[in-house]
């Protein structure tokens, strides 16, 4: 709590204010009579884990290169890659620095006219406190605040050590993190002069670069479509779908103009629905696309899979082939469908399902004969 007392923070006031909040609810009464309770300390203290850029809320410790490798290969490279040079599940986080720049604290291909074929993590960070903050809060992906700060600091002092910025026989502590700062790559690289933090005290304007206000009477209730792109344009830059990261909310709309996709048949969804209702399809005939196309868009599996080509999980098609021929497919699917799983296909796991038994049931039976289109 220290750490947010005497300033608003980063934030503009709205997080340190919460915080404030909490300290002071140990000793006032609770406000709001049969709401909640005040938090206590220790939830406080756990929740409290900003570390800033002057390295305020940074616990103290130490890890080595050496100790950070194994981190590193033992929760880390399957997604980000041995030298965190992947560009499967993120951007790169190592790779298009250069000494000179670890001189100037200035990325040289970052600048204006320079032509930078892609932008890795240490390439923009400027802040050694945001890594070790990301990393401690965020990371691993499956397993978020799973590391104790000795291996942050060690997990660190490796990914430094693959940029090039510390040595091999290097260890990060509390206590020499800030000298370490100054060596990296992009610490004058941060700018505050588009104030996307508004703000005298960083150093911006007050103007915000988005400009908006919310509306709060006699509003427009339903959403108006003022403008479209033309059909002809859709796909002047290719498939945008393809080219988001299939993680996160975004997708990106499908702008190719033909490509074949999991059919949506609204019709046949409440046909479906219905089906269902009355005890599943009839054993009969291979369900096709279309039988099972409203139960898929429905649970939102489409989210993470195509007919034919692998977004965060496997094609559907992929997945019919794997298991083809294989008695117990149906019944196996359909489990794998509700529990979920991990590592049969890569590293990124699929989170549990909360589809109805008789429609996992549905969508395996249509997969383990074939995924008919
Ligand atoms: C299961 C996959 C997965 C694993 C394992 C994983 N990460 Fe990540 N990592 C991601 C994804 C996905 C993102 C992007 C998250 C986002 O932007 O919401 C990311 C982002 C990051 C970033 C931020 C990069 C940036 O420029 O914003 C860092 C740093 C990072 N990971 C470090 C690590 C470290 C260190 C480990 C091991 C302790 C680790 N990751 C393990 C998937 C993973
Ligand atoms: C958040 C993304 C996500 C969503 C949503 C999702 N899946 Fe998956 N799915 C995955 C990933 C990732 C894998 C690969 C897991 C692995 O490697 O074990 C996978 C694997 C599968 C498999 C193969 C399992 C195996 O053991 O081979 C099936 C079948 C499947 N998903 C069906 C579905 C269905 C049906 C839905 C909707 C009810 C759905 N998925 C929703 C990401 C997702």
Redesign the pocket.
């Known amino acids: 709590m220290s750490s947010s007392r005497n300033s608003r923070g980063l934030w503009g006031g709205g997080l340190a204010l919460v915080l404030l909040a909490a300290s002071a609810g140990a000793l006032a009464q609770n406000r709001f009579d049969g709401v909640g309770r005040t938090a206590t300390p220790a939830e406080v203290k756990a929740w409290d884990i900003d570390v800033r850029p002057d390295f305020k809320g940074l616990p103290p410790g130490q890890g080595s290169v050496r100790r950070g490798e194994q981190?590193?290969e033992g929760?880390?490279a399957?997604?980000?890659g041995t030298f965190g040079e992947s560009n499967d599940?993120?951007?790169p986080?190592v790779g298009s620095t250069t000494a000179k720049d670890i001189e100037t604290g200035h990325v040289a291909s970052l600048m204006p006219g320079a032509n930078a074929p892609a932008r890795t993590?240490l390439m923009?960070?400027s802040q050694l406190s945001t890594?070790w903050d990301?990393?401690r809060r965020?990371?691993?992906?499956?397993a978020p605040k799973s590391?104790v700060p000795d291996d942050v600091y060690a997990?660190l002092a490796y990914?430094l050590n693959l940029g090039n910025i510390v040595p091999a026989d290097f260890t990060l502590s509390d206590r020499n993190i800030r000298e370490t700062q100054q060596k990296l790559p992009n610490r004058n690289g941060m700018t505050t002069a588009h104030a996307l933090w508004p703000g005298p005290e960083l150093g911006g304007t007050t103007r915000p670069d988005v400009q908006g206000s919310s509306c709060m009477r006699d509003c427009r209730a339903e959403a108006h479509v003022a403008s479209l792109i033309p059909a002809y344009a859709r796909n002047a830059h290719g498939n945008l779908a393809d080219q988001n990261r299939p993680?996160?909310p975004t997708r990106g709309a499908d702008t190719a103009p033909a490509k074949p996709k999991v059919a949506v048949a609204p019709a046949s969804s409440a046909q479906d629905a219905t089906k269902n209702a009355a005890g599943g399809v009839s054993a009969g005939s291979a369900p096709k696309a279309a039988d099972v196309a409203g139960v898929l868009q429905s649970n939102v599996c489409v989210a993470c899979h195509a007919m034919d080509s692998k977004l965060v999980g496997p094609a559907f098609q992929d997945i019919a082939r794997r298991y083809q021929g294989q008695a117990d497919a149906a019944t196996y699917l359909a489990g794998k469908i509700r529990s979920g799983g991990q590592g049969t296909w890569g590293?990124?796991p699929m989170p549990p399902q909360s589809i109805s038994e008789a429609d996992a049931q549905r969508v395996a039976r249509w997969l383990a004969t074939g995924a008919a289109p």
Do not use: D, E
């Open positions: 981190v590193w929760q880390c399957s997604c980000h599940v993120f951007m986080l993590t923009k960070v890594l990301y990393i965020a990371m691993p992906w499956t590391l997990v990914l993680l996160g590293a990124i």
